[in-house]
């Protein structure tokens, strides 16, 4: 049962550009998102985050969408740089109950110079 | 660096032994949670502690334990190891339990590999 589902296994974007990775939900009951970073060897740095009651928050080149009708959140990056290249975890949860983090799969994003 | 720690870094051990994993929170977090990242998935919620208590369980199996010790470090048991249990193992920790701006702050992982 994959609640938090990320369809883009990979994305490329060319060094400038926006990158926009992508997030879907199907569950009702998660009012607040995050977006973490992930390289290799590390573990999840926290990104950018939004409550339901918001359909954009933005800081600095990151900025993350909410369609709250589609159940669908996005992550956009300009100008994307070599740095971002990582895996971007969408997660999510819900305000009343427990407090886990459900996660998607991961994007892998590769910045070409 | 977001100053939850883990150690080991990296552990190895043979099917059917019993491990510790250890796990500092950020200073003034009170909640520790345990992921389990296994070759190519997203990160499983194992299971959550808050000041000591227990608060919520993901799916962990009756092999794995965990408890949170009055200090607030943490620790994850995991026994009677089998080949699949070999993942990243990530704790992470936050303020507290209510509201909507308590982001979980992750450790570097430790890589467990059952052979």
């Known amino acids: 049962d994959q609640q938090v589902k990320q369809n883009s296994p990979s994305l490329s974007v060319q060094e400038g550009r926006i990158s926009i990775l992508n997030c879907d939900y199907t569950?009702?009951?998660?009012?607040?998102f995050l977006w973490y970073k992930k390289y290799p060897a590390e573990g999840p740095t926290f990104l950018i985050s939004i409550s339901s009651i918001k359909d954009k928050n933005e800081d600095g080149r990151f900025t993350v969408f909410l369609n709250k009708s589609a159940k669908h959140l996005s992550l956009h990056i300009v100008p994307s740089q070599p740095g971002d290249s990582a895996v971007y975890f969408c997660?999510?949860?819900?305000?009343?109950?427990?407090?886990?983090?459900?996660f998607g799969q991961g994007t892998r994003l590769t910045i070409n110079p | 660096d977001s100053g939850v720690t883990q150690t080991p870094k990296h552990l190895i051990t043979a099917t059917g032994q019993r491990v510790t994993l250890r796990c500092s929170p950020r200073?003034?977090?009170?909640?520790v949670y345990w992921y389990q990242q296994s070759l190519d998935q997203g990160l499983q919620f194992l299971i959550q502690y808050y000041n000591g208590e227990e608060r919520a369980k993901g799916n962990i199996l009756e092999r794995f334990s965990a408890q949170q010790f009055p200090d607030l470090h943490s620790e994850l048991n995991l026994s009677s190891l089998e080949l699949g249990d070999s993942a990243l193992y990530f704790c992470a920790s936050s303020v507290g339990l209510a509201g909507n701006s308590y982001e979980q702050y992750f450790g570097p992982g430790t890589r467990l590999t059952v052979t």
């Open positions: 997660a999510a949860r819900s305000s009343r109950g427990a407090q886990k983090l459900v």
């Open positions: 569950n009702s009951m998660f009012d607040y």
């Open positions: 200073s003034g977090d009170l909640s």
